[in-house]
């Protein structure tokens, strides 16, 4: 009787590999950096800014400043290196808005970020915002209603970024856009593995 199995040889080695560049610290140092310097910056300006200068206006400016430079870094630099998600908006030739959330295929060979820096990316885009949260609900109960002005301007950027990029995680892939129907938080409880499984 004739044995009709072959022999499979098993490439552990790429598998290895592949876990290895995952696992490697930073691939992309210079993106981390500013992934979480503008924010970072943004929350110690606010918190400084009565010591640092009395003129509001000039606070305003600044801390807006800096947080419009962390959304456009965050949306079109460090959300496609880091992590390999994408989002924007375009208009059809209707005139309607579009909205688009791409997340990149995992495959061999890519050029996303590394674990470490996914963990960054992350964690800088949910905590950021939990930070501007506090922040509102302390100028709320002081009546500082100028400096709430802020807080919720500063909210806004927070907030926008990290609900496109959770728009992508949950459902844009390869350039697709995510069905069509209404997308609300409900659909992020009812997976919760969209935020906790990227921490």
């Known amino acids: 009787m004739a044995d009709d199995t072959e022999d499979v040889e098993l490439d552990f080695a790429a598998d290895e590999q592949e876990r290895a ?5 930073i691939r992309h ?20 800014c009565d010591w ?24 079109n630099v460090t959300g496609r290196l880091l992590v390999g998600l994408r989002w924007w908006n375009q208009i059809d030739e209707d005139g309607r808005s579009l909205w688009v959330f791409e997340a990149k295929k995992a495959s061999r060979g890519t050029n996303t970020g590394t674990e470490a820096e996914a963990r960054i990316f992350w ?8 930070i501007w ?8 109960f002081s009546l500082k209603i100028k400096w709430l002005s802020l807080v919720v301007a500063s909210m806004s950027l927070q907030v926008a970024n990290l609900y496109g990029y959770l728009r992508c995680k949950a459902g844009g892939h390869d350039g697709q856009p995510p069905d ?16 906790f499984g990227i921490l």
């Open 21 to 25: 560049r995952r696992s490697a610290v």
């Open 29 to 48: 140092p210079l993106a981390s950096f500013f992934h979480l310097f503008f924010r970072v910056v943004a929350i110690v300006v606010y918190l400084l």
């Open 52 to 75: 640092i200068s009395k003129n509001f206006a000039s606070c305003f400016v600044l801390i807006i400043a800096l947080l419009s430079f962390d959304f456009w870094s965050v949306k």
């Open 123 to 130: 964690l800088g885009l949910i905590i950021c915002p939990l």
């Open 133 to 140: 949260t506090f922040f509102f609900f302390t100028s709320l």
């Open 180 to 195: 069509k129907r209404s997308f609300s938080g409900q659909h992020l409880l009812q997976r919760p593995d969209i935020i």
